[in-house]
Each structure stands twice: as C-alpha cells, then as structure tokens.
C-alpha cells in the first residue's frame, strides 16, 4: 500500500474553481493507478477520475467530463483533479485512492489505499 495525503479543498461559489492535490509517500506512485473518489452527505462513495501511472489514460464520470481534469506528476509523486465550473452537486468529501490493477477502475472495492479526504463546498 502506498499512504495518500489529500490537500486543496475548500469553500467555492458556483461557476469557481478548485484543484486538489494527492501526495503519494512511503511508496511512490509509479506502477499504481490513481483515482478521485467523492462521497456527498447521505450518498455512497464515488468514482470521479482516475488515472493509468503508466500510460497516462484518463476516465472520468459522465458528470465531470469536460470540468475535471485528473493528471499527475510522476517527480513529485502527485495526483491533481483541477475541478472548474463547480456546481452545487459537486459539493462533498474527495478522496484519493490508488491500486495496482493493470487498468482504472471505478469500483471502491477495487482500491486498496485511501486518503483521509479534504472536503469541497460548493456555494450556490
């Protein structure tokens, strides 16, 4: 397992914009595959964005293609979600995950390392 640490969350009106950062340590982020979970109050967790660490392949949810763009740098061990056009719905707490599977996956179960979340508002 690799341990994850989420930061950037925070309070935006709708239309604005956040990027949150994940920061891999212990191990680095080379040969897991990195995703963006949320989970809304009420809501189970979901899949938002993940990326393969090794070809760069890229899956979103149909909610946020075309306003989240996850990417990472392989130097410093990160994993970004740049969230525009933020909307209410948008609003919960975002986790990082990471596994070792050979493509993303969208499934909870399927990841193995977790970060403790940052939470994002988003005021209407």
């Known amino acids: 397992q690799v341990m994850l640490v989420e930061s950037g969350g925070g309070l935006v009106q709708a239309g604005g914009s956040l990027n949150l950062a994940c920061v891999a340590s212990?191990?680095?982020?080379?040969?897991?595959?990195g995703a963006w979970f949320r989970q809304a109050p009420g809501k189970e967790r979901e899949f938002v964005a993940g990326?393969?660490?090794?070809?760069?392949?890229?899956k979103y949810v149909p909610s946020v293609k075309g306003r989240f763009t996850v990417s990472r740098d392989n130097a410093k061990s990160t994993m970004y979600l740049q969230m525009s056009s933020l909307n209410a719905e948008d609003t919960a707490v975002y986790y990082c995950?990471?596994?070792?599977?050979?493509?993303?996956?969208?499934?909870?179960?399927?990841?193995?390392?977790w970060g403790r979340g940052t939470q994002v508002t988003v005021s209407s």
């Open positions: 995950a990471a596994n070792r599977r050979f493509l993303v996956t969208t499934a909870v179960t399927d990841y193995d390392s």
């Open positions: 212990g191990r680095t982020f080379g040969g897991y595959n």
């Open positions: 990326i393969n660490w090794r070809t760069a392949n890229v």
